[in-house]
Each structure stands twice: as structure tokens, then as C-alpha cells.
């Protein structure tokens, strides 16, 4: 079918938005990277503006959208009550961040965070599965955009993150270890918080954290939760979610294989409306799209590969590298999403190929 | 309850596009779009024969809107502009169409067109400014092979009605060749069950379906 850009950049920044607030909330949770908390929260708010924009865009008549857009068995009308939904979620969250003495939202706002980002997510996967598209109407779908969405949002949040800690240590402290070494100092904690390799430093804040009380800010002003540890610790995460990314875009990559079989088989027919129109065949169009460049150059090199490298690279820089790598490849990954998508769209045919 | 439809009998359409040309002229149907299309199907091998010519066979197909019993396009329409009336047709209430297209992705047949001066999704209405009237879709009234019937499900097959044959309309159960309930045949269901019928004697029906 044809390409519907707005929807592609909508379910992309949608992705991005979801991600980068479920990932935030993750770190309030484990109460590392309270610095890169509001950036955060701002990145998020504009890719939920961008893809709302985007989903604006495709609306032939949105000042109708006022008359009536009530039908809760539509999956704009759901997607619609996710976005206004997380859209309060992030007011709330902000205002917690703002009220609280400890640069972080309670332990419930960032629940609540995870939880609205992973409804949005799936709500939005929800509405594409339609009967009449054999290659959307599968939960391969769901996997693809919350994969994306986990991938997008930790690659952004460890360029926040290195980004921030770029900023505020200086250079003879810009060294992951020395970074780590130097806020576990000033925070007065036990080596095992201030270790240098970062597995056992994050543990030890996991624990610390897990042990606080929600109400108890003295001994959560402890926990080191300086952005070299969140930079690093987003990093490594989103290389492993990248490799759960690729495995989506591999299942969905048999999955097309697999899905020629859905159509009905007329044998030769010819449509006498559109005479020089090219007989549609599925199951060809299925096997040729992974010889596409749009596939195995946009959504595979570009959109995985590239960026799966990065971040992995990335971990063990330091903060200004790492904020570059995972910068550049978020940068790949929206563009691999955005070729995804548009792979989505060229084999978007109805179980009906002929008409 | 009622379920308007419309039967088409293969075995007597010739393919002359005259319900395509009547649609467009009637409902002024924009340039490009298209409510009701002819397709061939075929040439294809007849079973058992040489694989070849003179071995083969075709039919010509009449599809649009299939006005079905469960419609997707109603389920994902987020404002309610397209609906299933009383009389079994679904409609859409154009001035409440906020052109998502979200319905002619989820209808299985493709049959949904935007209209690009209203901005907004139009389709086949089964000729419902007619059939209020009692007279009949422009495409059943205009067929040159007399291969379409309308009429109202619940009242069977036999009782649908098509064009005028002198001056009377003729009916299924008088005009159409014997046929049995396995040579009735529909468009692939994916859940939304589409109400149009087509008769299919003598041939492998190649439309997917049943």
C-alpha cells in the first residue's frame, strides 16, 4: 500500500518518547542519573509533540476531530486516550521531580512511568493489527515497537547521560572510573558503591536503593547517582536491547516469508481498469524486500547494526565519546525504524491483493 | 432485520465494465477512484485438461464494497462516520470523516477510496439515494449481461431482483440458471463476514474465500 509518512513518524517518535520515559523511570527506580532526569523528561515530551504532529498531519480534515472522536473500538480513539494519558503521566512525573528535595520522582511515579510507556507501546501495535493486513495483524508487531522503543530510549538517555557528566566533570575526571570515583567520594559511600567496574558499582546502588523507605531522602541522597554511572549503565542495556531489536526485525523478517500464505491465489488475472498496472504477487514482493536497500541497508546496517555497535563501544568511553556514540546511533536507529516502517507499508497488503 | 445485498452470477457477467462506467456516471465517483471494479480471473487451467488452450477457462468478477455483517472499517472508525445502517449497508456520514484512512487499511478489499476535493473516505453506498426509492443500484439496473441482482438476504436468494427484461424486473429464482448452495461463494473473510454473493457453476471459484 501506499507510504503513509505522518503515521511512520508518528509510531517512530511515539517509540522514542515511550522509551526515553520508561527508561527514566527505570534509573528513578534504581536511583541512579537524577541530573539527566528533566532533560529526560523534555526529550520525551517533544517526541510525543513531534509524533502527535506527525498523526495531525495524516488527518485530511483534524478540526473534525472536536465533533466527535468517541468510538473506543477504534484504535485511534484507544491511541488517542494513551497519548492524553501519558501526557498527564509526564506532567505529574515533572511536578514530583520539581517538589521533591532529592532530584528524583517517587518510587510510584516512576512505576507509573514504565507502566503508561509499555500501554502506549502496546495500544499503538494494537491498532495496526488489522485482518486485512496479513503482515501487521501479528504480535510480532508489539515485540518490533516495544523493542524499538526500549532500543530508542536507552540510546538516548546514555547520550543524555554522557552528555551531562561531559559537562559538569572535569577533564582529568571525565574517565568513567574517575567519574564513578569521584561522586561516590563526594557521597560518602562504601568502595563497593564507587567501584571501578561499573557491574559491581550499579549493583551496590541497586541494593541501596532498593533498601530505602519511599519517604527516606537522607539515606537516598547516599546513593551515587552520578550520569557516568546512568551513561554507562544505559549503554550497556541498550546494546542488549538492540540485540532483542534485531531479533524481532529477524522473526518479522521470516515472518514475511511466512505470510505469502494468507493470500488468496486467483492464478493469472488481469484488471481491466488499470491495464498497464503490474499483476500484485505477495509472496515475490515478500521475498524481494530483503534484497531491498530500504532493508538490509536502512533498517539492518543502518538502523541495527551500525548503532548495536556503537552502543556497545560506547560503554566503556568516556562520557563526551559515549554521548556521541549512542548520539550517532540513535540517530542510525531512527533511521533504520523509519525504513522499517516504510517496509511495513510496501508489503501492507490487503487480503484482498487485486483490486 | 434487514441485509441488503447484491448477487452477481459469474457464470452470465461478460465483462463490460457497464456497472463500473454506471457507478462512476450515478454516484460521480472522482477520477481515479473507483466504487465497484471489474477484475478477470483467468485465463487458468481447467482441472484434468492439457494445462493449455484451449483447456482453460476465465470469469469476469465484479467487487466493491461487500457492505459486511462485522465491518472492520465501522470498528476502527474513531469519530463513528462509517456505520452500519438498519437496512444491513454500511454507510459513511462524510461531514463526520475526519480522513484517517484508518478504515480503507482495515478493509480486507481495498475498495475504500479518499476523495481528494472532500478529504474525505467515500465508497460504495449500494446506491442508497436509489434503493430508498425502491429502485435499484445503478449497477444491478445497468448490468449488460443481467448478471446482477439486489435485494435483502433475510428474504433468500430467489427473491432479489435485477434489471428490466422488457418491462418487469426479472428475479433470481426466475431468470438465473439452476445453481447449488456449493456454487454460491464470497470474498476471503477475515472475521468481518462480507454479505455480497457470487454464483459459480462449472468453474474452480479462484477468489479466495468460500
Same mark, same amino acid.
Given at each position: 500500500?501506499?507510504?503513509?509518512?505522518?503515521?511512520?513518524?508518528?509510531?517512530?517518535?511515539?517509540?522514542?518518547?515511550?522509551?526515553?520515559?520508561?527508561?527514566?523511570?527505570?534509573?528513578?527506580?534504581?536511583?541512579? =542519573?537524577?541530573?539527566?532526569?528533566?532533560?529526560? &523528561?523534555?526529550?520525551?515530551?517533544?517526541?510525543?509533540?513531534?509524533?502527535?504532529?506527525?498523526?495531525?498531519?495524516?488527518?485530511?480534515?483534524?478540526?473534525?476531530?472536536?465533533?466527535?472522536?468517541?468510538?473506543?473500538?477504534?484504535? *485511534?480513539?484507544?491511541?488517542? *486516550?494513551?497519548?492524553?494519558?501519558?501526557?498527564?503521566?509526564?506532567?505529574?512525573?515533572? @511536578?514530583?521531580?520539581?517538589?521533591?528535595?532529592?532530584?528524583?520522582?517517587?518510587?510510584?511515579?516512576?512505576? #507509573?512511568?514504565? *507502566?503508561?510507556?509499555?500501554?502506549?507501546?502496546?495500544?499503538?501495535?494494537?491498532?495496526?493489527?488489522?485482518?486485512?493486513?496479513?503482515?501487521?495483524?501479528?504480535?510480532? &508487531?508489539?515485540?518490533?515497537?516495544? %523493542?524499538?522503543?526500549?532500543?530508542? =530510549?536507552?540510546?538516548?538517555?546514555?547520550?543524555? +547521560?554522557?552528555?551531562?557528566?561531559?559537562? *559538569?566533570?572535569?577533564?582529568?575526571?571525565?574517565?568513567?572510573?574517575?567519574?564513578?570515583?569521584?561522586?561516590?567520594?563526594?557521597?560518602?559511600? %562504601?568502595?563497593?558503591?564507587?567501584?571501578?567496574? /561499573?557491574?559491581?558499582?550499579?549493583?551496590?546502588?541497586?541494593?541501596?536503593?532498593?533498601? /530505602?523507605?519511599?519517604?527516606? %531522602?537522607?539515606?537516598?541522597?547516599?546513593?551515587?547517582?552520578?550520569?557516568?554511572?546512568?551513561?554507562?549503565?544505559?549503554?550497556?542495556?541498550?546494546?542488549?536491547?538492540?540485540?532483542?531489536?534485531?531479533?524481532?526485525?529477524?522473526?518479522?523478517?521470516?515472518?514475511?516469508?511466512? +505470510?505469502?500464505? +494468507?493470500?488468496?491465489?486467483?492464478?493469472?488475472?488481469? /484488471?481491466?481498469?488499470?491495464?498497464?498496472?503490474? @499483476?500484485?504477487?505477495?509472496?515475490?514482493?515478500?521475498? %524481494?524486500? &530483503?534484497?531491498?536497500?530500504?532493508?538490509? #541497508?536502512?533498517?539492518?546496517?543502518?538502523?541495527?547494526? @551500525?548503532?548495536?555497535?556503537?552502543?556497545?563501544?560506547?560503554?566503556?568511553?568516556?562520557?563526551?565519546?559515549?554521548?556521541?556514540?549512542? =548520539?550517532?546511533? &540513535?540517530?542510525?536507529?531512527?533511521?533504520?525504524?523509519?525504513?522499517?516502517?516504510?517496509?511495513?507499508?510496501?508489503? =501492507?497488503?490487503? @487480503?484482498?491483493?487485486?483490486? | 432485520?434487514t441485509q441488503y445485498a447484491i448477487?452477481?452470477?459469474?457464470?452470465?457477467?461478460?465483462?463490460?465494465?457497464?456497472c463500473s462506467?454506471a457507478c462512476k456516471a450515478v454516484n460521480n465517483v472522482p477520477?481515479?477512484n473507483y466504487w465497484n471494479k471489474?477484475?478477470? !480471473?483467468?485465463?487458468?487451467?481447467?482441472?484434468?485438461?492439457?494445462?493449455?488452450?484451449?483447456?482453460?477457462?476465465?470469469?469476469?468478477?465484479p467487487v466493491g464494497c461487500q457492505h459486511c $455483517?462485522?465491518p472492520?472499517c465501522v470498528?476502527?472508525c474513531?469519530?463513528?462516520a462509517s456505520q452500519k445502517l438498519e437496512d444491513g449497508t454500511v454507510q459513511i456520514d462524510k461531514a463526520k470523516c !475526519?480522513?484517517?484512512?484508518?478504515c480503507a487499511?482495515?478493509c480486507?478489499y481495498?475498495v475504500r477510496y479518499l476523495n481528494?476535493?472532500e478529504?474525505a473516505v467515500e465508497k460504495c453506498t449500494l446506491c442508497e439515494q436509489k434503493i430508498v426509492n425502491g429502485e435499484l443500484p445503478q449497477c444491478v439496473s445497468q448490468?449488460?449481461?443481467?448478471?446482477r441482482?439486489f435485494?435483502d438476504?433475510?428474504?433468500?436468494?430467489?427473491?432479489?431482483?435485477?434489471?428490466?427484461?422488457?418491462?418487469?424486473? !426479472?428475479?433470481?429464482?426466475?431468470?438465473? $440458471?439452476?445453481?447449488?448452495?456449493?456454487?454460491?461463494?464470497?470474498?476471503?473473510?477475515?472475521?468481518?463476514?462480507p454479505n455480497f454473493?457470487? !454464483?459459480?457453476?462449472?468453474?474452480?471459484?479462484?477468489?479466495?474465500?468460500?
Amino acid at each position: 500500500m501506499e507510504m503513509q509518512w505522518p503515521l511512520m513518524v508518528f509510531t517512530l517518535f511515539v517509540c522514542l518518547g515511550a522509551g526515553v520515559f520508561a527508561v527514566q523511570g527505570l534509573l528513578a527506580l534504581l536511583g541512579k =542519573g537524577k541530573e539527566l532526569q528533566l532533560w529526560a &523528561l523534555v526529550v520525551s515530551a517533544l517526541s510525543l509533540v513531534v509524533g502527535g504532529v506527525g498523526s495531525f498531519l495524516h488527518l485530511q480534515h483534524w478540526e473534525r476531530v472536536f465533533n466527535g472522536f468517541g468510538h473506543l473500538t477504534s484504535g *485511534i480513539t484507544q491511541e488517542l *486516550i494513551g497519548i492524553v494519558v501519558f501526557a498527564l503521566a509526564l506532567v505529574v512525573y515533572f @511536578v514530583m521531580l520539581r517538589r521533591s528535595d532529592t532530584g528524583m520522582p517517587p518510587r510510584w511515579c516512576a512505576v #507509573l512511568a514504565i *507502566i503508561v510507556a509499555v500501554a502506549l507501546v502496546v495500544v499503538m501495535a494494537l491498532s495496526y493489527n488489522m485482518g486485512a493486513k496479513p503482515v501487521w495483524d501479528t504480535p510480532l &508487531l508489539w515485540l518490533y515497537y516495544l %523493542s524499538d522503543a526500549a532500543f530508542l =530510549g536507552f540510546l538516548a538517555v546514555a547520550m543524555l +547521560a554522557g552528555w551531562k557528566e561531559g559537562a *559538569i566533570q572535569p577533564a582529568s575526571l571525565s574517565s568513567p572510573g574517575a567519574a564513578a570515583e569521584a561522586t561516590a567520594s563526594v557521597a560518602g559511600t %562504601s568502595a563497593g558503591a564507587g567501584a571501578h567496574t /561499573d557491574a559491581a558499582g550499579s549493583a551496590g546502588a541497586v541494593e541501596d536503593v532498593d533498601a /530505602d523507605a519511599p519517604g527516606r %531522602s537522607s539515606r537516598r541522597e547516599a546513593v551515587p547517582s552520578s550520569p557516568a554511572l546512568a551513561a554507562r549503565f544505559s549503554a550497556r542495556l541498550s546494546w542488549i536491547c538492540g540485540l532483542i531489536h534485531a531479533l524481532a526485525v529477524a522473526a518479522y523478517a521470516a515472518f514475511f516469508g511466512m +505470510a505469502g500464505a +494468507a493470500f488468496p491465489d486467483v492464478g493469472y488475472y488481469y /484488471d481491466p481498469t488499470h491495464p498497464t498496472k503490474s @499483476v500484485v504477487d505477495p509472496s515475490t514482493a515478500f521475498a %524481494s524486500i &530483503l534484497a531491498e536497500p530500504v532493508f538490509w #541497508l536502512g533498517a539492518v546496517l543502518i538502523g541495527l547494526l @551500525v548503532p548495536l555497535a556503537l552502543a556497545f563501544l560506547a560503554e566503556k568511553r568516556k562520557p563526551r565519546q559515549l554521548a556521541c556514540l549512542c =548520539g550517532t546511533g &540513535l540517530v542510525c536507529a531512527l533511521v533504520g525504524g523509519f525504513c522499517f516502517r516504510a517496509v511495513l507499508y510496501l508489503l =501492507g497488503f490487503s @487480503v484482498f491483493v487485486f483490486y | 432485520m434487514t441485509q441488503y445485498a447484491i448477487v452477481t452470477d459469474l457464470n452470465r457477467c461478460v465483462g463490460c465494465l457497464s456497472c463500473s462506467v454506471a457507478c462512476k456516471a450515478v454516484n460521480n465517483v472522482p477520477v481515479g477512484n473507483y466504487w465497484n471494479k471489474v477484475l478477470r !480471473i483467468g485465463p487458468n487451467p481447467v482441472e484434468g485438461g492439457s494445462g493449455h488452450f484451449p483447456d482453460v477457462y476465465m470469469y469476469f468478477m465484479p467487487v466493491g464494497c461487500q457492505h459486511c $455483517e462485522y465491518p472492520e472499517c465501522v470498528e476502527v472508525c474513531p469519530t463513528g462516520a462509517s456505520q452500519k445502517l438498519e437496512d444491513g449497508t454500511v454507510q459513511i456520514d462524510k461531514a463526520k470523516c !475526519i480522513g484517517c484512512q484508518f478504515c480503507a487499511m482495515a478493509c480486507p478489499y481495498n475498495v475504500r477510496y479518499l476523495n481528494e476535493e472532500e478529504l474525505a473516505v467515500e465508497k460504495c453506498t449500494l446506491c442508497e439515494q436509489k434503493i430508498v426509492n425502491g429502485e435499484l443500484p445503478q449497477c444491478v439496473s445497468q448490468c449488460g449481461g443481467m448478471a446482477r441482482y439486489f435485494g435483502d438476504l433475510e428474504q433468500g436468494l430467489e427473491s432479489f431482483e435485477g434489471a428490466e427484461n422488457g418491462k418487469d424486473r !426479472i428475479t433470481l429464482g426466475s431468470f438465473a $440458471e439452476p445453481y447449488t448452495d456449493d456454487q454460491v461463494y464470497r470474498l476471503p473473510d477475515v472475521g468481518n463476514s462480507p454479505n455480497f454473493l457470487y !454464483i459459480l457453476r462449472n468453474h474452480a471459484w479462484q477468489g479466495g474465500g468460500q
